[in-house]
């Protein structure tokens, strides 16, 4: 072992310093076939052992050079770049974009499933509709109506080309009144060009106001001290201050303005009804409760019950999937499918702005706080077209000075262009 | 005899009672006012008295007037007579009122009252309390009503703490009371007052009763005409919300409440068990309104009937 010890001490000095041979084992050698020496002493020896673990370190400091080299690499550090990016991308895009869409998916399939109406125990309309005096429920469009115009008005009507003796009708979505600087203006021009209308909540609470006022004969008279009434707040005062400036024309024509205005059957768009907020899906157009209708922004998935709170379920996505998931049911059916669905233009929230879907078409972009007045174009045929003109000021801010100024929140143009 | 002695017993309870409260000055409040009814007594002035009492046999009864509950099949006519009654005198007197809680949820079910109601809710306003308060409390007011012999006579009585606006007052939440005196029914009336604490933070709009209700002013107003037992009512402008705040939207979409189920084509709530008799006879004609007696009503006009 010696010599194979010091061939290897001699071959190779790199182990001369750690190995240690003893005296015995010379001896032995020398009495013993050479075989016999051989073993793998090396295997015990501390120093070897020192050794015997070196390789897996040197592995390892291989490794993490290696490694360390693979991200010194320019190469390398741009692709993890790059992948990581794109992981965070791709997170993102499902927790943000793609998860929430399918849960919403799911829980509008959820809300609408018939199976799902007996678990909460019945759905918003089953009750039997309150009546209202003066207040006009639905009304069907008479397609016989004449059309010409003022400032933000003026300028969305010529930009659409609006002419009433080309059969052009326009409707607007509510809330003409009391939102801008001059109320009796824009009714004015609507009335000129023989418009349509609906009642808006702004609307209703000024035509409440003015019934009050005529019922019990303080139009004229001023009922500040009264008292047997509660006592208006500042905003009802200016309320009251507007319904006493209408004229009787005025207030006749906003009250025959309806709730729900069924304007029928349009090609490519199938019946188009138009409100002031919202609709229920699935209710009767006779049985939506009115003040929902004027005043909804969100909907419970469960019960199906309206709320002007902006926090929840839009009513328009829940419509909307309502209306495409009949429009699936009856391709196979019916031959023209569309016929037999409802698309809803409305006003009311300036808040989500300008929403354009299959089935629902929110209009109101804001006009009176600075934003544009939109209307919606249909042509021949159910060609639908967008048209925005900027608002010139925020109203909201200073109509008390700007009077004279006409403008007008939310209208919607409907070119209905007479086929006979 | 035992009736009228106490009631007349009461009518001198009650003019002490309304002195002892209308004392902070010489004059009284309302006819030395400038603007409307704005009255605050101190918190130190809570009363320590509840003015109107529960029965010993049902909290829904007068106890001054009855001495035990009608029968199950009474109520709900009776009721509907003193809403009825209710509603047509307030409207000739030219009061503001409105129905609010469990009837005006009644009233979105189906303009009638629930079978299993025994109670009613009605809201005035502030300035409105002081006014019945002044011309009209314990006013009697004799309805003749169809197939009621003799009519009924109903009493307008105001809780004398309804100068007090504070909500620390629990004992005295109910501000007047519309009372059958026939039967000890009555209509809980509660007066919405400007809530000043909130007003000072900021809710311009901020609204409430006695009874712990908060309420926005255009919440309630402008108030809108409808109908309820087939008489004209005022119904706060936003329903649906106040109905959805205070119950929840199941109330308006359950179809299956105490024991009866609403039948969505005859609109008529139907007992699960019980035949369906007693709400079928509840049909209404115009004839079946009450109509107040003619020669009984010295402090009320006469241009409704």
């Not at chain 1, 005296?23 to 075989?35: D, G, N, Q, T, V």
């Not at chain 1, 998935?301 to 829940?318: D, I, Q, R």
């Not at chain 2, 509660?190 to 009763?209: I, N, S």
């Amino acid at each position: 072992m010696a010599s194979y010890d010091s061939d290897h001490e001699l071959g190779d000095p790199y182990y001369h310093a750690t190995t240690q041979p003893s005296s015995s084992s010379r001896f032995a050698r020398l009495s013993r076939p050479l075989i016999d020496s051989v073993r793998n002493g090396w295997q015990s020896s501390p120093a070897y052992r020192s050794l015997s673990s070196s390789p897996e370190n040197s592995k390892h400091t291989g490794c993490v050079q290696i490694a360390l080299s693979i991200i010194a690499a320019p190469r390398f550090r741009r692709y993890v770049l790059v992948y990581f990016v794109l992981f965070l991308l791709g997170w993102a895009g499902w927790a943000m974009v793609l998860y929430p869409r399918l849960e919403e998916r799911g829980a509008l399939l959820h809300a609408l499933d018939p199976a799902s109406k007996a678990e909460v125990g019945g759905w918003f309309g089953s009750n039997s509709l309150p009546q209202f005096d003066d207040l006009t429920h639905i009304r069907t469009l008479d397609p016989s109506l004449v059309p010409v115009a003022r400032i933000e008005v003026d300028q969305l009507l010529k930009k659409i080309e609006f002419s009433t003796t080309d059969g052009d009708h326009l409707i607007l979505t509510g809330d003409i009144i009391n939102k801008g600087p001059d109320s009796a203006g824009v009714v004015d021009l609507a009335r000129k060009l023989g418009a349509s209308c609906v009642r808006g909540n702004h609307e209703d609470r000024i035509l409440l106001l003015r019934h009050e006022m005529v019922t019990m004969n303080t139009l004229l008279t001023g009922d500040e001290k009264n008292v047997k009434l509660h006592e208006p707040s500042e905003k009802e005062a200016k309320e009251r201050a507007l319904a006493r400036s209408l004229s009787d024309d005025q207030a006749r024509w906003l009250e025959a303005c309806p709730v729900i205005l069924n304007v029928g059957l349009v090609q490519g768009m199938g019946q188009v009804v138009v409100v002031h907020a919202g609709l229920v899906p699935g209710v009767d157009l006779e049985k939506q409760d009115p003040s929902t209708v004027m005043t909804m922004r969100t909907i419970d998935l469960n019960t199906h019950v309206p709320s002007e709170s902006t926090e929840g379920m839009s009513w328009a996505k829940m419509f909307d999937k309502h209306q495409s998931i009949l429009h699936s049911s009856l391709k196979s059916s019916h031959a023209d499918p569309r016929s037999q669905t409802t698309t809803v233009i409305y006003g009311h929230d300036a808040k989500t702005g300008l929403k354009i879907r299959t089935y629902t078409k929110g209009l109101d972009s804001g006009c009176v706080k600075g934003g544009k007045l939109t209307a919606l174009v249909i042509e021949d045929g159910g060609k639908q077209s967008l048209v925005q003109v900027s608002c010139k000021q925020d109203y909201s801010k200073d109509n008390k000075e700007k009077k004279e100024k006409k403008d007008k929140k939310d209208k919607k143009a409907k070119k209905a262009k007479k086929d006979d | 005899m035992r009736f009228s002695s106490s009631l007349l017993g009461l009518y001198g309870l009650l003019s002490a009672s309304a002195l002892a409260v209308a004392q902070p000055g010489d004059t009284d409040f309302m006819s030395v006012r400038e603007n409307l009814a704005k009255d605050y007594e101190s918190e130190g002035q809570i009363p320590t008295e509840k003015y109107f009492t529960e029965s010993s046999f049902h909290y829904h009864y007068d106890g001054r007037f009855a001495d035990q509950p009608l029968p199950d099949d009474k109520v709900t006519p009776h009721l509907s007579a003193l809403i009825q009654t209710y509603l047509s005198t307030m409207s000739s007197i030219g009061a503001e009122t409105w129905i609010m809680h469990g009837t005006l949820l009644s009233w979105w079910w189906n303009q009638k009252i629930f079978p299993w109601d025994n109670d009613l809710d009605v809201q005035i306003s502030e300035p409105t309390i002081h006014f019945l308060a002044e011309f009209y409390n314990m006013t009697e007011h004799h309805f003749d009503l169809p197939g009621v012999d003799g009519g009924r006579k109903y009493l307008l009585e105001i809780n004398p703490n309804y100068v007090v606006r504070s909500e620390k007052d629990r004992l005295n939440v109910i501000d007047a009371r519309w009372i059958d005196t026939s039967s000890g029914l009555f209509i809980d009336i509660t007066a919405v007052r400007k809530d000043e604490a909130r007003r000072q933070r900021g809710e311009t709009e901020a609204l409430m009763c006695k009874d712990r209700h908060h309420y926005q002013e255009s919440q309630i107003f402008p108030l809108r005409d409808s109908y309820f037992e087939d008489v004209p009512v005022k119904i706060p402008y936003s329903y649906t919300w106040l109905l959805e705040e205070e119950y929840g939207p199941r109330a308006l979409t359950n179809k299956n409440f105490q024991g009866h189920n609403f039948n969505e084509d005859s609109k008529i709530w139907e007992h699960t068990k019980r035949s369906v008799k007693r709400f079928l006879r509840r049909g209404w004609r115009m004839s079946d309104l009450p109509t107040r007696s003619a020669n009984n009503q010295p402090l009320v006009r006469m241009d409704a009937s």
